[in-house]
């Protein structure tokens, strides 16, 4: 398999030694982050993808570019946001998008993802640490008796759905299900759409435990969605440490 991102390290590194525990202490940070994931509401569902919304979730689920949203959020937040900007629009004309790319590769990410159909809105997304920090956009589309799924990025994989469709908006433990075992139809090695990408690089680069939180989740639907992977994230890298750990034992 080639993967085709490519980890942009962070301008100021973070190295593990300065969060993690001695190795003999991590089996017990282990067991109290896995702990958290009993906190969440498993059972809670939007009431619709489509009716009234918030004005924040109505806005930020059509932006498609991922520094775009961030920008947004924060000016709404400040409720300084300029109802005539551009930054709104679900898509950007290209002198704009090369223009922004001309900042930084990172302000790319989402920028050419396709746009969203009739009654097809964007639920969630999983956002790499790539160069064009790509994205995985996961959408809702509104059928005469059901709701379709589907998964794009800005390269025209495809993908194999763990749910395809469903008669009511998801849970939040079947959202967790959606993205934790959806997968590549192209790729054989490490096809996870969520963490595929991560394990790849640390199978294929030298046991590299800084791509740790190489995948984010974000979802203007389901606003503890990032919190959850987040703890998913530092899961993996305590796991990795002590299956490291154990090695050098050996």
Not at 83 to 89: G, R, V
Not at 94 to 101: F, L, N, P, T, V
Request: hydrophobic share 35%; glycine share 4%.
């Amino acid at each position: 398999m080639i993967n085709p991102f490519i980890y942009l390290p962070p301008l100021y590194p973070i190295y593990m030694v300065d969060f993690l525990p001695k190795d003999s202490e991590l089996p017990i940070l282990l067991k109290k982050q896995k702990s958290k994931l009993n906190k969440f509401n498993f059972d809670y569902r939007p009431k619709s993808y489509w009716g009234p919304q918030l004005i924040e979730t109505a806005i930020l689920s059509k932006i498609k570019g991922q520094e775009r949203k961030e920008i947004v959020k924060k000016y709404l937040a400040s409720k300084k946001l300029d109802s005539e900007t551009q930054l709104i629009d679900e898509s950007l004309p290209e002198d704009i998008r090369k223009s922004y790319g001309q900042i930084h590769p990172n302000f790319m990410g989402g920028e050419y993802l396709p746009d969203t159909k009739d009654n097809e809105v964007e639920i969630a997304r999983v956002v790499l640490k790539s160069t064009t920090q790509d994205v995985y956009s996961f959408r809702a589309k509104k059928l005469k008796n059901k709701i379709k799924y589907s998964i794009h990025d800005e390269y025209e994989s495809t993908f194999e759905l763990a749910i395809k469709t469903s008669t009511k908006p998801l849970t939040f433990s079947q959202m967790v299900k959606l993205i934790e075992y959806s997968t590549f139809n192209e790729t054989q090695d490490y096809p996870a759409v969520y963490g595929g990408s991560r394990d790849w690089q640390f199978y294929n680069g030298n046991l590299d435990l800084s791509i740790w939180d190489f995948e984010t989740v974000h979802s203007d639907f389901y606003r503890e969605l990032e919190e959850w992977f987040d703890i998913q994230n530092y899961i993996w890298l305590i796991e990795k440490s002590i299956v490291l750990a154990e090695d050098d034992d050996e």
